[in-house]
């Protein structure tokens, strides 16, 4: 007997049909004689759309009214499962953010979970019913319901697997696996049996949605034994583990890349010290996330350039916060640009190899993409560029590795 919390995605329970899909593959476990906690999704696009319904009326919107708004897909799938597995004669229970409760901190829209009590369906679960818990929810210090961050049902999953000492956790998507890169993008892109919690660490943070970050933050912290695993299949997944557990190690894991860039140049800015802090200071004030930044050196000793990234739909708060600071800042101008993706490639193997970014730099060129701003870390090179080359991008890399392993 196994304790084990399956979570499945919005493809996975995007209709009723798919639902119960789901609640037959859950029923195969039960009947295996073991306790189980599902965790789900919102159907496919509902959480695009309620995200919509609130920027329509508002894109400078109060955060606790869009959680409000945008945490209610969850609860229709977890009661349509609920009653999916009853219909099935699994005894089964939908549970919502509150009523668990997931206490969050009060960051609404993207809140960290800090605990889960979990007594009462640990005592259901021994009883043999299935709790079936909705994702991406829960609720804030000030009793509101708060969501995680888009992607964020994964965190669920993983953070109830740490709670109720689950065995096992599998993340349940509309692919087999973690691959090289994005296979819709590369349909000869390769699964890996294994990866390393660090490298899906890395890919989540730069872009590949298949894991929230968070989660693998949390799986990596309270070594809860995660896979990615098909909805629809039964083939063997992606196991993420320890660097010890790997034996022949990669250099180049995966290529990741993220359509939530957007530019922000600020031109004319006096080159003194307490400048940087002076932008980025007010920009951290207001929630908003500064990824890549890249300074010019100075021609004259007096002003400079500053160019630097944040989230797409953080852009509009961000030019509104470095706008109102432009007579402290004393800069001349500033422009931004929404077109722009990141594509990165990631491997615990740039450690100890050399020439890695320069194959990057080398294939981009020879496709004649141009390099916008660079970043990197101890195992990833990033690239910040065009968005319409995003897909000759991540082909042309996924080849210069030669990740397609034939
Ligand atoms: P779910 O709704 O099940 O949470 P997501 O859309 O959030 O599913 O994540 C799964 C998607 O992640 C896949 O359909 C795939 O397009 C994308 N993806 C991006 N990078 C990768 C990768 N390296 N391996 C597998 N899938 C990836
Ligand atoms: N439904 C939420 C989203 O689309 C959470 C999730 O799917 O993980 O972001
Ligand atoms: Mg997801």
Redesign the pocket.
């Known amino acids: 007997m196994a304790r084990i919390v399956k979570k499945?995605?919005?493809?996975?329970v995007a209709d009723v049909e798919k639902i119960q899909n789901v609640a037959r593959r859950i029923k195969k476990e039960v009947d295996a004689g073991n306790q189980v906690a599902v965790v789900v999704?919102a159907m496919?696009g509902v959480t695009n759309q309620l995200v919509k319904y609130v920027d329509d009326i508002n894109r400078l919107h109060d955060a606790r009214e869009y959680d409000v708004v945008v945490a209610s897909g969850e609860q229709v799938t977890s009661g349509l499962t609920a009653l999916a597995l009853q219909k099935l004669g699994v005894p089964a229970r939908s549970w919502l953010g509150w009523q668990l409760p997931v206490h969050t901190d009060g960051v609404h829209g993207k809140a960290r979970i800090a605990d889960i009590d979990s007594e009462e369906i640990i005592r259901r679960m021994e009883q043999g019913e299935v709790a079936v818990v909705a994702g991406f929810q829960g609720i804030g210090p000030d009793g509101r319901v708060t969501t995680l961050g888009r992607?964020g049902?994964?965190t669920s999953a993983v953070a109830l697997a740490a709670a109720i000492k689950a065995d096992r956790c599998d993340i349940?998507?509309?692919?087999d696996?973690?691959?090289?890169?994005?296979?819709?993008i590369v349909p000869k892109?390769r699964k890996l049996n294994k990866i390393t919690y660090e490298e899906m660490l890395e890919?989540a943070s730069l872009g590949?949605?298949?894991l929230q970050t968070r989660s693998v933050e949390l799986a990596m912290k309270y070594n809860v034994r995660t896979q990615v695993v098909s909805s629809f299949t039964d083939e063997p997944g992606t196991l993420v583990v320890n660097e010890d557990e790997i034996v022949e190690k990669e250099i180049i894991s995966?290529i990741?890349y993220s359509r939530d860039e957007a530019k922000i140049t600020l031109t004319g800015v006096a080159d003194r010290p307490g400048v940087a802090a002076g932008i980025f200071g007010p920009l951290a004030d207001a929630s908003i996330n500064v990824d890549m930044i890249v300074q010019n050196v100075s021609l004259d000793g007096k002003t400079t350039d500053m160019t630097f990234t944040v989230g797409k739909t953080d852009l509009e708060r961000a030019l509104l916060t470095v706008e109102a600071k432009k007579k402290d800042l004393g800069y001349s101008q500033v422009t931004s640009d929404p077109k722009v993706v990141k594509v990165s490639v990631i491997g615990v193997g740039m450690r100890s190899h050399a020439g890695i970014a320069q194959t990057m730099f080398t294939a981009l060129a020879e496709k004649g993409i141009n390099i916008q701003v660079i970043s990197t870390s101890e195992i990833k090179v990033s690239v910040l560029i065009a968005e319409e080359y995003l897909e000759l991008a991540v082909r042309a890399l996924h080849d210069a590795y030669g990740l397609s392993g034939e």
């Open positions: 499945f995605g919005g493809t996975s999704s496919a992607g049902s994964d349940h998507t509309d692919v696996g973690v691959y090289t890169t994005d296979p819709r892109a890919l590949a949605k298949v995966g990741a």
